[in-house]
C-alpha cells in the first residue's frame, strides 16, 4: 500500500493539504465525548473525499471510539493511499476482525399472536388442573389410610395448623368483617329509608351477610393470609432441600404436609365463616341504630327468622369446601416451586390468584346448584 508524503504536523482534527486529509488532534473517548464533537467530527468526515491520500498523526489520540467513526466513513476498509503507525493500523486490523456490527432485527408482525396466548394459557391451566387432580386423589388415599390407623396419624401438625390458620386469623377477620357490615348496613339503611322499610334491613344483612358475604369474605382473607403461608412454608422448604431430604427418608410429603394442612383448614374455615357472620352482624347492626333507630334487641330478636337454618348450612358447606379447596392450591403451587427465590415468588402470588379466583368460581357453582334446588 503506498504511502502518501510526509507532510508537516498539525493539531486540527481534519484538514486539507492539496489532495491529502491530515487527521490529527484527539480522536479518543475523552476528547469526542464532550457535547456536539462527534457530530462535528462526522461532518467533516462527509465532506473528505475517499479516493484522496489519508494521514493519521503518529501523535494522534485514537481508540476504538474514534478508530470507528474513521472506520464507518471509510466503507469499513482501508483507503488505498494511507500513512499510518503500526499501533494504528493494529487498532484497524481489530476493526476489521470484529465485521458487521450485530444489527437488531426488526419484531414480525404478529397478528395471530393472541390466539398462541390464549392457547397457551389454555394448556399451562390444563396441567395445573391434571396435577390438582393428582394431588386430590392422593389426598384422598391418605385419609384412607388415617382413617384405617389413625392413632399414626399427624395430629400434633394439624393441631398446629388450625392455631396457625384459625386462632391467628380471629382478629383480621373479625376487623373486616365488622367494618364489610357497617358499609353494607349504611348504604342498604339509607336506600330503605327511602321507602319507609327500615325493618327490612336485618333480612337484607342476614342473608347477604350469611349466605354469600360472610363465607366469600372470609375466604379470601385466608386465602391471602394463610395460604401465601402455606406456599411459601412449602417452597422454602424446596429451597432448603428438605423435601428432598424427607423423600429420601420414605416420608411422605402427601400425609406430612398436605394432608393435615386440608384437614386444618377444612375444620378451621367454618369456624372462621360463623365468626365473620357474627362481626358483620354486629357491625350492621351498630349502622342500622345509628341510621334508622333500630333497637340492639329487637334485631336480635327478628335475626333467626329473617335468616333460617338453612342459610347458616349454606355458610358452614362453603366453608368447608373453601377451606380444602385454599389449602389443596397452596399445597400445589409449595410443591411445584423451584430452588431459587424468584420461583418461591411467583409461585406464592399464583397460589393467592388461583385460590381467591377458585373461591369465587366455586361460589358461583354452588350458588347456581342452590338456585336449581330452590334453596
Known amino acids: 500500500m503506498a504511502q502518501a508524503q510526509s507532510l508537516p504536523q498539525t493539531s486540527s482534527p481534519l484538514i486539507q493539504d492539496g489532495d491529502c486529509w491530515r487527521v490529527g ?10 457535547p456536539g464533537v462527534v457530530k462535528q467530527r462526522r461532518q467533516a468526515l462527509r465532506a473528505a473525499s475517499l479516493d484522496a491520500s489519508w494521514v493519521l498523526e503518529p501523535t494522534l489520540r485514537l481508540d476504538s471510539i ?3 467513526l474513521l472506520w464507518d466513513r471509510w466503507g469499513r476498509q482501508l483507503p488505498q493511499t494511507i500513512e499510518l503507525t503500526d499501533t494504528q493500523r493494529r487498532l484497524f486490523d481489530m476493526l476489521a476482525a470484529a465485521g458487521e456490527p450485530d444489527k437488531i432485527p426488526k419484531p414480525k408482525s404478529d397478528w395471530l399472536g393472541w390466539i398462541r396466548h390464549i392457547g397457551d394459557g389454555v394448556a399451562v391451566g ?3 388442573g391434571e396435577r390438582l387432580l393428582v394431588l386430590l386423589g392422593g389426598l384422598v388415599m391418605d385419609l384412607v389410610v388415617l382413617l384405617a390407623r389413625p392413632l399414626r396419624g399427624p395430629w400434633k401438625e394439624i393441631s398446629a395448623q388450625i392455631y396457625r390458620t384459625g386462632a391467628q386469623a380471629l382478629g383480621i377477620t373479625a376487623l373486616v368483617g365488622f367494618l364489610i357490615g357497617v358499609v353494607i348496613s349504611y348504604l342498604s339503611a339509607q ?9 327490612f334491613i336485618v333480612k337484607l344483612l342476614g342473608v347477604s351477610i350469611v349466605r354469600e358475604l360472610g363465607p366469600v369474605l372470609a375466604a379470601i382473607l385466608v386465602a391471602g393470609r394463610s395460604g401465601s403461608a402455606i406456599t411459601a412454608q412449602i417452597g422454602v422448604m424446596r429451597v432448603t432441600q428438605e423435601l428432598d431430604a424427607m423423600q429420601v427418608m420414605g416420608i411422605s410429603h402427601g400425609q406430612r404436609l398436605i394432608l393435615p394442612r386440608v384437614i386444618a383448614l377444612a375444620i378451621v374455615m367454618p369456624l372462621l365463616v360463623l365468626w365473620t357472620d357474627v362481626m358483620a352482624l354486629l357491625g350492621g347492626m351498630l349502622a342500622a341504630h345509628f341510621e334508622l333507630g333500630l333497637q340492639f334487641l329487637w334485631f336480635v330478636q327478628q335475626l333467626p327468622d329473617a335468616v333460617g337454618l338453612t342459610n347458616y348450612w349454606i355458610g358452614l358447606i362453603k366453608g368447608v369446601t373453601f377451606g380444602a379447596w385454599i389449602a389443596l392450591v397452596a399445597c400445589h403451587f409449595g410443591l411445584k416451586i423451584e430452588p431459587n427465590t424468584e420461583s418461591l415468588g411467583k409461585g406464592t402470588t399464583a397460589s393467592v390468584v388461583t385460590a381467591i379466583t377458585g373461591v ?13 334446588m330452590g334453596i
Not at 336506600?191 to 325493618?199: D, I, P, S, T, V
Not at 357453582?365 to 336449581?372: G, L, P, R
Open 191 to 199: 336506600q330503605l329509608a327511602l321507602f319507609g322499610a327500615g325493618q
Open 126 to 128: 390444563a396441567h395445573h
Open 66 to 68: 474514534g478508530a470507528q
Open 360 to 372: 369465587i368460581l366455586i361460589d358461583a357453582i354452588y350458588a347456581v346448584i342452590f338456585s336449581e
Open 25 to 34: 488532534a484527539g480522536w479518543d473517548v475523552q476528547t469526542l465525548s464532550a
